[in-house]
Structures are given as structure tokens and as C-alpha cells.
């Protein structure tokens, strides 16, 4: 055996030692099985801690992005956005710094009748061509065209709606369906309820429930006619070239929509719903945090286990020169490596999990022939998943930090047993 002390810290001895510790096999005194063990716990919770950050993130992304693609990211309301110098005052606020579209908007609820069902629906009125700019939409016509919006093809007036509205009504482009306003044009007795026929010219869907199943497009024109809005509009939509400076943008568009001008932005309008989340988030770490601790506390038995039935080899080593560091190191290795060669396959399981989420979804839906991720209940179509490398690296620092910290305790208890009377009571 190597001097073991002018051998220094972490030495090649040592390193031998506590891989021939770790791999013994159990007549020899090794704890393989605890090992197995702690080993698949650590591998299990790491893997779970990035899989459910990832999913998380990548909920937040979709969500977010689609929120954001489908309506703006600030609102303006000003006297004279409705007044005679409206295209002065929207070309105003398209000039604004970070501003790429400028869209004035009607929107109202109104309900909806088809051949076979009834259901309620928010219309938005808009201009052909703000509507070819909305990519979400005119990217994503599945069934029919724009080619039509407004007066086209069908002989009739033509709207867009949703492909989950689409299919609940029963209609295909080209099918006629009903409005109904309870905010028609103003009588001498009051506002009436405005009825009118449209044709279904197209069916969009953005892969969100929410607005696949309620929203109606058509022309701005007629929705200021349909709900007796006259020549005015409800607010201007805003879209900016990075949503994360609404806050900072704000003023620019406050001062171009003129005096006046209320201004909101996308997080005032969803502020529950990101606080919400970005809550459940910071929450679900801290919970996924503590399970990854309590797996790298399993190494504490397979340590304390192997301490037990290598006393007489600590013994002898300490006798041959070992000190009491060596074998501390020796214990912390053995355990450590444990730890980390969870924490590594844990981190390549969800890795690849996250990567390939959509094909294994689609796999156990084939299996099981059932919809394992319905629309209907989570708003998107599928499981989203978004790496954040940055939150990956923090998650695997923690866990060798716990996998090594678990060690400190057997270790410190084998690094001070008495040679003496390990030797005896062997």
C-alpha cells in the first residue's frame, strides 16, 4: 500500500478505495442494494424536478406567446381616437418607438346560432388588412380562406371564427350561421337586439380552447353597423416588437394617442393570470427541491451501512497511516459518486423526456386511445416543454450539493472510530 500520507487530498488510493468500497459485493460487505437504491431516488428526483420545470416553462411560453400573438400588447382609448382625425392619430402611435401594429378594434359578445346548437361568441371587428397582419389568425386558417373576408365567394357576408366554434355549431365554410346582438343601432325606444345572417368564409385555429371556441372576425364596417357603433370603435390594438417593454412604452403611446388617452398593457389585463402562474411555478420548485433532498438523504443509510461493516478495514487502514482526512475523503467519494451519478442520469432521462414530450404524448394516446392531454381542460392541444439550461444547471449543482452534504455525516463518523476498538470487537 502507498504511503498513505505523503499522498495528497483525493489521491489515486483513495479514489481506488472507495470504488473498491462502493462495488463490493455484499458477501464482502458491500451495500450494492441500498446503493441501487439511493442511486435510482436521486436519478428519479432529478429527473422529475426538470421534467415539471420544463413543462411549466414551456406552459408559460405557449401560453404567453399565443396570448400575445392573439390579442395586443397595449390597448388605447382616447376622444380622439373616434373623433375626425383618427388615421392621423393611428399613424401617430405606428411611429411611436417599439410600435409594428396599430389596429382599431370593435369587440362585443353576441351569441351565435347554427344549423343544430347555440352558443355565445366575442366578436371583433377589424380592417382586412390589419387582420392579414395578425399572423396567429391569417397564418392559421385550417379550413376556407380570407379571400372572402368581408363580401367574397359565397354571395354573402363573410366572418371567421374559431375551429372548435366551428365544429360545436356543426358548419364548414360556406355555411350560413346567425348573430345576435343584445346592442343593436339606438330607436326612439331604446337600443334593439340586432339579428343577422353571415357566411362562414374561414375556420382558424391558434391551438388554445379559449379563443378557438368564442372569437368571430369580421370586417370593422360591419361590426360598427352590427352593434350601432356608428363610425367610432371601442379601443386601438397594439402590437410592440418585444411585449416586455409595454411598461416602458406605455407613455410614448399615451402622448401619441393625444390628450386624454387611457393606456393599458397586456399584463394589467392578464395580471391574475401570470401572477398565478409564476406563483404555482415557485411553489412547484420548492416542493420538486425538498423531494430531491429527501432522495439524496437515502445515501446517509447506504453510507452508514457501509461504515458498519468496513470498521475492521478502517481500522487497518488507520493502522498502515491513514488519517483521519483519508478517510473521510474515501467515505464522502463513495457516497458522493452515488449522488452525482443520479443527479447525471436523471439529467440525460429528462433531457430526453423534454425533447421527445410530443412523440411519447402521441405514443401513449396510441396505446391507451384516449386523449391523455384534452384541450378542453388545459387550453392547448399539447404538453409544452421549454429547457431552461440556465434552471437545468441549478437543478443539478443542488443535487450534488445534497448528495454531498448527505455524505458529511458517516463519513465524519468513520473518519473517527478508534482502530483500537474496531480491531477488538472484530
Given at each position: ?126 380592417t382586412t388588412s390589419d ?160 423531494i430531491v433532498a429527501i ?127 474496531a480491531l477488538r470487537y472484530?
Amino acid at each position: 500500500m502507498p504511503d498513505a500520507r505523503a499522498a495528497g487530498p483525493f489521491s489515486r488510493w483513495e479514489r481506488s478505495v472507495a470504488r473498491r468500497y462502493l462495488f463490493a459485493k455484499r458477501k464482502n460487505g458491500g451495500v450494492a442494494l441500498i446503493s441501487v437504491i439511493s442511486f435510482s431516488a436521486v436519478m428519479l428526483a432529478v429527473f422529475a424536478l426538470i421534467t415539471v420545470m420544463s413543462v411549466m416553462n414551456g406552459f408559460r411560453a405557449e401560453l404567453l406567446g399565443r396570448i400575445l400573438g392573439f390579442n395586443g400588447h397595449l390597448y388605447a382609448q382616447s376622444p380622439m381616437i373616434n373623433g375626425p382625425d383618427r388615421d392621423t392619430v393611428i399613424r401617430r402611435i405606428k411611429a411611436a418607438p417599439g410600435v409594428i401594429q396599430a389596429a382599431p378594434m370593435v369587440e362585443a359578445q353576441a351569441m351565435v346560432l347554427g344549423p343544430t346548437q347555440v352558443t355565445g361568441a366575442i366578436v371583433r371587428g377589424v380592417t382586412t388588412s390589419d387582420l392579414r397582419h395578425m399572423s396567429l389568425i391569417a397564418g392559421n386558417i385550417k379550413k376556407g380562406s380570407m379571400d372572402g373576408f368581408g363580401v367574397g365567394e359565397y354571395g354573402g357576408e363573410i366572418v371567421l371564427i374559431g375551429d372548435r366554434m366551428a365544429q360545436s355549431l356543426g358548419v364548414q365554410p360556406g355555411d350560413p350561421i346567425t348573430l345576435i346582438s343584445p346592442s343593436g343601432p339606438s330607436t326612439a325606444f331604446g337600443s334593439s337586439t340586432q339579428e343577422k345572417n353571415y357566411i362562414v368564409g374561414g375556420v382558424f385555429s391558434v391551438g388554445m380552447s379559449q379563443f378557438d371556441e368564442a372569437f368571430v372576425y369580421m370586417p370593422l364596417a360591419q361590426a360598427q353597423l352590427f352593434f350601432g357603433r356608428d363610425t367610432s370603435v371601442d379601443y386601438v390594438e397594439i402590437k410592440l416588437d418585444d411585449p416586455d417593454k409595454a411598461k416602458a412604452l406605455k407613455h410614448d403611446v399615451e402622448v401619441a394617442s393625444g390628450p386624454g388617452a387611457l393606456v393599458s398593457d397586456w399584463q394589467d389585463k392578464n395580471h391574475s393570470y401570470f401572477t398565478a402562474l409564476q406563483v404555482e411555478r415557485k411553489v412547484m420548485r420548492l416542493i420538486l427541491g425538498c423531494i430531491v433532498a429527501i432522495a439524496t438523504l437515502n445515501i446517509i443509510s447506504s453510507l452508514v451501512m457501509l461504515v458498519k461493516n468496513k470498521g475492521k478495514d478502517i481500522a487497518i487502514l488507520r493502522t498502515m497511516g491513514a488519517g483521519q482526512g483519508a478517510i473521510l475523503r474515501i467515505f464522502v467519494m463513495a457516497g458522493a459518486s452515488i449522488g452525482v451519478a443520479g443527479t447525471l442520469c436523471g439529467l440525460a432521462l429528462g433531457a430526453l423526456f423534454c425533447t421527445y414530450i410530443t412523440p411519447i404524448q402521441n405514443f401513449v394516446e396510441w396505446a391507451t386511445g384516449t386523449a391523455v392531454f384534452s384541450a378542453d381542460v388545459y387550453m392547448l392541444s399539447h404538453i409544452p416543454a421549454k429547457i431552461d439550461w440556465t434552471e437545468v444547471a441549478g437543478i443539478v449543482t443542488l443535487s450534488a450539493l445534497f448528495s454531498v452534504l448527505a455524505t458529511l455525516p458517516p463519513a465524519w463518523r468513520a473518519s473517527r472510530l478508534d482502530p483500537v476498538e474496531a480491531l477488538r470487537y472484530e
